[in-house]
């Protein structure tokens, strides 16, 4: 039996309750054989059975109160999983959805995009199953400083730097970095996604969605194609979503779909951004609002995205929302490109027909580096005391989701396969992980 195949057996057996953790295991895994037939080293080191045990998990209890005066708990999570190249990076998800599976899935996927990136940070990922729907400011804060009154005790500038994820943007950032500084007396780049004006960067909030569409921009340029013009269908509608769209739009594409937990919104004339920020970001309300902006635009209660006939995917929302019959069917419909701006928003099977069908596909891994990406440049212009303009940053980026583009077709075109960025990424990630490890010993 395989390295790879007795260390997924390993794993199954250890986390048999984890669907999300063992797929994502699976397909990083399965890709890299290549590279321990190559090189020995590795498995002599046991770097796989390190790599996918979490060097330390946290679960908390999270008690906070209503605004009628019942105590809620939730419970709070931070999986520290590999810091061989830096401080533990990720986001914090707030969804009612989030166990320990789903943090570990999300975690193991960070370090390998956070490799990607170039940068010297290593990989973590935290949240709680508390749905921040419906509750009112008071009780975000209050959910907020709980679960920072645990937190903070684990992270640090040097230590674990969470940012944003579902359910988690600048306002319960903002809540957590207060905590923070009030529990410690430290004003220190503790958190990402902080506000500009204590000590956040410039494009941050765009640019997950931005960097999504500069790697999908230079992947179809390396194939000889131009974005603009191209029809392109998005889901979601939060944080990477309306930033993919706007970037899109920008490039001169044309976004006909977008998508939130109850329906999907169709607009033929392209979607109109600033009805969909004016609903999300500013009302916080449901899309079944943007006919009242586009009436001759359709609303659609539940999914339906991917039937829509386009050049180019874009799953934004959450993973496994893309499974094979969609894939089968945007394939027909003359798909030619899928990028994921949400982590593994594409089921294993989806993903093979994707690349079996010679689409052009960019894994999350990849794809949507560019938030961790300028997260850590957030963490440099912090420890430098400096704000670099919105112009540097988004240039950074911009170079940022080039070299990624160019590192996962190079991998995949060393190990024998044609823009097969699956493989390409998860090697290309791996190996600098990997090769830290070595250096640094069995620890
Ligand atoms: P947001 O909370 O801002 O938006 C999430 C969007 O997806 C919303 O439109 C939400 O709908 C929808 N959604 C969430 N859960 C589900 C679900 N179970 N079924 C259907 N729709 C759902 O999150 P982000 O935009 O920040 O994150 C989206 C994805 O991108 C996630 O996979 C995240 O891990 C990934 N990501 C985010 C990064 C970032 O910088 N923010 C960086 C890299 C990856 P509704 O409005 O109804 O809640």
Not at 383 to 393: A, D, G, K, P
Request: hydrophobic letters at 40%; aromatic letters at 8%.
């Amino acid at each position: 039996m395989s390295y790879v195949s007795r260390t997924l057996d390993e794993l199954v057996k250890k986390n048999p309750h984890e669907p999300e953790f063992i797929q994502a295991a699976t397909e990083v895994l399965e890709s890299l054989a290549p590279v321990f037939d190559a090189d020995p080293r590795y498995e002599e080191a046991g770097i796989l059975e390190r790599l996918v045990e979490p060097e330390r998990q946290l679960m908390f209890r999270v008690p906070w109160m209503d605004d009628n005066g019942k105590v809620h708990v939730n419970r709070g999570y931070r999986v520290e999983f590999s810091s061989a190249i830096g401080p533990y990076k990720g986001g914090l998800r707030l969804h009612p959805s989030v166990n320990l599976g789903i943090i570990k899935f999300l975690g193991f996927e960070q370090i390998f995009k956070n490799s990607l990136t170039g940068l010297p940070i290593g990989g973590g990922k935290g949240g709680s199953d508390f749905d921040p729907k419906g509750k009112s400011d008071r009780e975000i804060m209050a959910f907020c400083q709980s679960f920072m009154t645990e937190l903070y005790r684990h992270i640090g500038a040097s230590t674990d730097v969470p940012a944003g994820d579902i359910g988690v943007g600048g306002r319960e950032i903002g809540y957590m970095f207060g905590q923070y500084k009030r529990i410690t007396n430290r004003f220190e780049g503790v958190l990402t996604g902080k506000g500009i004006t204590f000590g956040g960067s410039l494009a941050r909030t765009e640019a997950t969605g931005y960097g999504l569409l500069y790697l999908t921009q230079e992947m179809l340029r390396r194939n000889g194609r131009d974005i603009r013009g191209m029809k392109c269908s998005i889901s979601g509608s939060g944080n990477v979503a309306i930033y993919a769209a706007e970037k899109a739009q920008a490039l001169g594409a044309k976004v006909l779909t977008m998508s939130d937990s109850t329906g999907w919104i169709y607009d033929k004339d392209g979607i109109d951004l600033q009805a969909v920020k004016q609903i999300k970001e500013v009302n916080r309300q449901r899309l079944t609002e943007y006919i009242k902006y586009r009436p001759h635009s359709e609303y659609h209660a539940g999914k339906g995205v991917w039937n829509v006939p386009v050049d180019i995917a874009l799953p934004c929302a959450t993973q496994n929302e893309l499974g094979a019959e969609d894939a089968k069917i945007l394939i027909k419909n003359g798909c030619i490109a899928v990028a994921e701006g949400a982590n593994m928003p594409s089921t294993l099977e989806a993903t093979h027909f994707f690349l079996d069908g010679g689409v052009l596909f960019a894994p999350g891994k990849a794809a949507n580096a560019g938030g961790v990406a300028v997260s850590a440049l957030e963490m440099s212009q912090g420890s430098m005391r400096l704000s670099w303009s919105f112009e540097e940053v988004d240039a950074r980026l911009k170079q940022i989701m080039v070299n990624i583009c160019e590192q996962i077709s190079d991998a995949s075109e060393q190990y024998g396969f044609h823009n097969n960025f699956v493989i390409g990424a998860n090697i290309a990630g791996f190996r600098k992980v990997a090769d830290a490890m070595l250096s640094e010993g069995v620890i």
